[in-house]
């Protein structure tokens, strides 16, 4: 299984980040797996923010959750997020990660910058 993020690198505050994980090698309604995202801002740990599973039922980390979308589209084996109201302090690397058992494989992880 591959994982591959995409999207803008810049989003200026206030405004909503938008990011789409492709996934090849295997099916995002796969029962058992779910598929997340995780993001690490500079010099801090990795943080997760949410994960959608293979009914479509998504969850949320709680501190994010009234600012946090995750939602998929099955026929191009892809799941996006949606983060709204960014601030500068949401300036990380963002990876998608299949989960089984532990988060296992992640994608190469795309850096999003909140700046004006």
């Known amino acids: 299984v591959q994982l591959q993020e995409s999207g803008p690198g810049l989003v200026k505050p206030s405004e909503t980040l938008s990011l789409t994980c492709t996934v090849s090698g295997g099916s995002i ?3 058992s797996v779910v598929w997340g ?3 690490q801002p500079p010099g801090k740990e990795p943080e997760w923010m949410g ?3 293979a009914s479509g039922t ?3 980390n709680p ?3 009234s600012r946090t979308s995750i939602s998929r589209d099955t026929s191009k084996n892809q ?3 949606q983060l709204s109201s960014v ?3 949401g300036t990380a ?3 998608c990660a299949r989960g089984s058992q532990g988060w296992s494989p992640w994608g190469q992880g795309t850096q999003v910058t909140v700046s004006s």
């Open 51 to 53: 994960a959608i599973d």
């Open 79 to 81: 799941f996006t997020l």
């Open 58 to 60: 998504t969850y949320y």
């Open 93 to 95: 690397v963002y990876y």
């Open 29 to 31: 309604t796969t029962n």
């Open 63 to 65: 501190s994010l959750k």
């Open 37 to 39: 995202w995780i993001r």
């Open 87 to 89: 601030a500068p302090r």
